[in-house]
């Protein structure tokens, strides 16, 4: 190891070496990114948690632009939407702005990259400091040019008079020029004057991507790395009982043997061997049993049947009232897995008395929290930063994988350590998304309006983030080990377990009830759209179900109950580009399917119309045409919005028609791709468009996890129209449709 | 020991255990991020990589078998400033999200097109089958692919022929 390397994700790496001035912003940018906010006004976005605007934007002696984000590149495309943001009101060319995304030493904390948070919090941010930094130059220019600001435009990286002089960005920024705290106001660019936000922008991580250029944490290579394996215990809970490290330390390429308690991983040279030492590790290693794993078959009845924290968060009229008809009906979810694509990934280095950690970790600061906790060490001594991993959708390995490798790295110094876990242990042990259940109730009046409404959901926690050292898997198995931390309920108006509970629609009367379950006989955790998926699938089918009850056309009866005017636009554009006909017959084993949510009932709108045709004697479900629309506010990069719409129907087709964790009482059985199988292409849509409502003077909504409800709900909603039969069962697995409606 | 490969029509001699799947010599004895690990099982087709002509699975494929047979692997197909045409097709149409797949898509794509220069839907779809995308991006990717088609021939139409297939 010859100097300290930076992941090469862009070419902030050499900038970091050139300009003074940007040197000299990263050996104070911690303590800027952490000056509390003021007290008396609220700043947009999370401005409100870095006021100073050198936290965000950075200008050095030759008029570089650095951008820094405390968000994170998922795979979601937010470095080219937040580059828009800056670019459009710094008034320069996006390519010319180099993005530092998540890293304790550099960046702002902004907490997670989650929720479907990042425009709102980070791009708000990032807008309006850019703003703020052009009304500065702008002042600035004025007293260098004598002329008086509103004679003044700012265009490329300068000001400049209506008679051609000017003076660069460069020219007009010293000292601590950026070193103020921002105003509450922004002179944004009025949304008819935007040049950059709005337009379909091509993401600027693809080209690297698609040409085998270095964009990943499992990409990195510093000189002298090893590669580790972690042998994962036989089960949850299970302690290593005894095991012999002869035959491994005979094996060529074997560097040590790191183990504290029951962690126990391999180091050597290479990584080919390394996985064989591992699995010769497995073999000589022996495990007590853990706790007994509930019956797979009977887990709702389990997990309903835990002590419950209950909260009613809605509560209006009289819910209980029958009408002319009342229906009730129970909803189903099971343990879902994020499973990504590449395996999690670590690179940790012990030097100096410093840890540095590579993570694809959704949050590097409660991550470095969590590994300071974990190895007894003060924060500070502790620097994680961002590179780019396979998608996660949620909390997945991520964090694990990262504590692994800090543990591996601090019993090896001087060592750069690559943990990469191997496919079972990325299916057998991330948190899953948590298995749910619904009860919803409701009544229609003489009118076929919905009078009353009830719904109750039992979920476990959907976040078990870093977090305390117990929630990364290691810290679990340490000789000392850590407990987890109790497992709370994330609050209305967002919520958990019961985001999305609360009916978007108008309904007179409503009670709804959320109980938290705290204990898990899963591990489990956030899962792209927490409760939202379950919550959305269940009101969007029950919706069916009473429009039926009410002999009215499913859109028709949802707009019935629409008040909100976005809503109702979203509705009716599905619906016209699909071009909605309930009363039209479809082709014999076809059905029509159409669902509608607001992420969050704060979020993006997202509504989803869908045919779809099911072979009653494979059981297998094959979608045909599927027509979204969606309103995100303000579209800062449309093909953004489109690529995570597509991408959340798909991904949802797949959760929703084949996808269940397996268990049995020792252990999680399904633990690769054929055990636990994903929507593979001949099984795709025929078609999938997107349309997007833009609202240029609305705010930012996040858009991440808007189409993964609706589009469940959907598919249920055809497959009922097809088959005659409603099932409220997830996945509508081929065995399960077989059973439900086998001719 | 050594085993001596083609790589991209370049001649590595690697000094590895000649059991090693070519997936990690690629990775890590030559620094080529194309392929990925995804599973080690073959189930996922992250690590795709084309031996003549055929896709493989370069996780499962030891070294040993691979002397004296030509590997291709996604750096072997263009560069961000003078992309392939799958590579071109893709980034056009805005194929990827997380992108860790796609290495093995383009290269799945690419023994198809030099197979069958005017697939269709359902052939490519066909063909794609054993390769996973986790984010959904698969329509783009169909894009992407039924695109390249179209380009690679509007370019083949277009004398001299290509001499890609020459061994």
Not at chain 1, 82 to 105: G, M, N, S, Y
Not at chain 1, 581 to 597: I, Y
């Amino acid at each position: 190891m010859t100097k300290a390397f930076m992941p090469p994700l862009s070419r902030r790496a050499l900038l970091a070496g050139g300009g003074a001035v940007i040197v000299s912003f990263a050996l104070t940018r911690h303590g800027l990114a952490q000056d509390a906010a003021p007290a008396k006004t609220k700043l947009p976005g999370d401005l409100s948690k870095a006021p100073m605007l050198d936290s965000w934007i950075g200008i050095d002696a030759q008029g570089g632009i650095t951008v820094f984000t405390g968000k994170a590149e998922l795979g979601q495309g937010i470095k080219t939407a937040l580059l828009q943001c800056a670019a459009e009101e710094l008034k320069v060319a996006p390519d010319t702005i180099t993005l530092v995304t998540a890293d304790t030493a550099r960046t702002p904390n902004e907490g997670y990259t989650a929720g479907s948070h990042s425009m709102q919090d980070s791009g708000v941010a990032i807008r309006c400091a850019a703003a703020q930094v052009r009304a500065i130059m702008m002042t600035l220019a004025a007293a260098k040019l004598g002329v008086s600001e509103p004679d003044l435009t700012a265009r490329d990286g300068a000001i400049s008079t209506k008679n051609g002089r000017s003076a660069r960005y460069a020219e007009l920024v010293s000292g601590e020029a950026l070193h103020v705290a921002a105003q509450p106001m922004s002179p944004l660019t009025p949304p008819k004057e935007l040049k950059v936000i709005g337009e379909e922008m091509p993401r600027v991580d693809i080209p690297g991507k698609l040409t085998g250029k270095p964009m990943y944490v499992q990409d990195l290579r510093p000189d002298g790395m090893l590669h580790a394996r972690v042998l994962r215990p036989s089960n949850y809970g299970a302690r290593l009982a005894y095991f012999s490290t002869d035959a491994v330390r005979a094996m060529p390429g074997v560097v040590d043997i790191v183990r504290d308690g029951s962690f126990i991983a391999v180091v050597a040279q290479g990584e080919f061997q390394a996985i064989n030492a591992v699995n010769v590790l497995a073999q000589n290693a022996h495990w007590s049993d853990g706790p007994q794993l509930p019956e797979q078959r009977t887990i709702h009845e389990t997990l309903m049947a835990l002590p419950s924290q209950d909260s009613t968060i809605l509560d209006k009229g009289d819910a209980a009232q029958s009408g002319v008809k009342r229906l009730k009906a129970t909803y189903t979810r099971p343990y879902q897995a994020h499973a990504s694509i590449g395996p999690s990934c670590a690179v940790a280095l012990w030097q100096d008395d410093r840890l540095t950690v590579w993570t694809h970790s959704q949050g590097v600061y409660p991550l470095r929290d969590s590994i300071a906790k974990m190895l007894a060490l003060p924060p500070e001594q502790i620097h994680c930063i961002h590179a780019e991993g396979s998608g996660c959708y949620g909390h997945n390995a991520a964090d694990d994988v990262a504590g692994d490798a800090a543990l591996i790295a601090k019993a090896m110094p001087g060592k750069p350590i690559r943990v990469q876990w191997m496919r079972e242990d990325e299916h057998g042990w991330e948190p899953f998304g948590p298995a749910m259940q619904t009860q919803v109730e409701a009544a229609v009046d003489t009118e076929g309006k919905l009078i009353a409404w009830q719904f109750e959901v039992w979920s476990n926690t959907h976040s078990m983030r870093p977090g305390g050292p117990g929630n990364l898997l290691a810290g679990q198995y340490l000789a000392q080990p850590f407990q987890p931390d109790a497992p709370k309920p994330i609050p209305q108006p967002e919520g958990g377990g019961d985001r999305n509970a609360i009916p978007i629609y108008a309904i007179p009367n409503a009670r709804v009830v959320s109980h938290f379950t705290p204990d898990m006989p899963i591990r489990v955790s956030a899962l792209r759209a927490l409760g939202a998926y379950h919550n959305i699938f269940t009101t969007e089918s029950f919706m069916d179900e009473m429009a039926d009850a009410a002999g009215a056309d499913p859109v028709a009866f949802r707009l019935a109950h629409l008040q909100d005017p976005r809503a109702r636009d979203v509705v009716t554009r599905a619906a016209k580009e699909f071009g909605w006909n309930d009363k039209e017959k479809a082709p014999a084993g076809w059905g029509r399917g159409f669902a509608f949510a607001r992420y969050k009932n704060l979020a993006a709108y997202c509504a989803v119309a869908l045919d779809l045709h099911v072979d009653r004697s494979s059981g297998i479900i094959s979608l045909g045409r599927v027509v979204a629309a969606v309103d995100s506010g303000q579209a800062v990069n449309p093909d953004g919005i489109r690529n995570q719409i597509e991408g959340a129907i798909v991904q949802s087709a797949s959760w929703t028609t084949v996808e269940e964790v397996t268990f049995d009482r020792e252990r999680i059985t399904s633990r690769d791709w054929s055990s636990y199988p994903i929507l593979r292409f001949p099984a795709l849509p025929q078609s999938v468009a997107v349309h997007v409502i833009d609202r240029p003077e609305q705010p930012f909504l996040g858009t991440g996890e808007a189409g993964q409800g609706p589009a469940a709900a959907a598919i249920a909603n055809a497959f009922a129209r097809a088959t005659g039969t409603r099932m409220r069962q997830l996945p509508l697995s081929p065995p399960r449709v077989r059973s439900a409606v086998a001719i | 020991m050594t085993v001596v490969l083609n790589i991209n029509s370049q001649r590595h001699e690697v000094d590895a255990d000649p059991a090693t799947p070519l997936l990690y010599v690629l990775r890590n004895d030559l620094k080529l991020n194309g392929a990925k690990f995804g599973c080690g099982l073959g189930q996922c087709g992250a690590c795709t990589v084309l031996v003549e002509r055929e896709p493989v699975f370069s996780c499962l494929t030891p070294i040993a078998v691979l002397e004296g047979r030509r590997v291709r692997t996604l750096e072997g197909l263009g560069t961000a400033d003078k992309p392939g045409p799958l590579q071109a097709a893709f980034i056009k149409e805005q194929a990827a999200q997380c992108g860790y797949c796609i290495p093995g898509m383009i290269l799945r794509a690419q023994a198809l097109l030099e197979k069958n220069a005017s697939p269709t839907q359902a052939q490519i779809r066909d063909h794609m089958q054993p390769n996973l995308c986790r984010c959904g991006t698969h329509m783009r990717i169909l894009r992407a692919i039924d695109r390249a088609a179209k380009d690679m021939k509007t370019a083949s139409a277009t004398p001299p022929a290509p001499t890609e297939t020459a061994r």
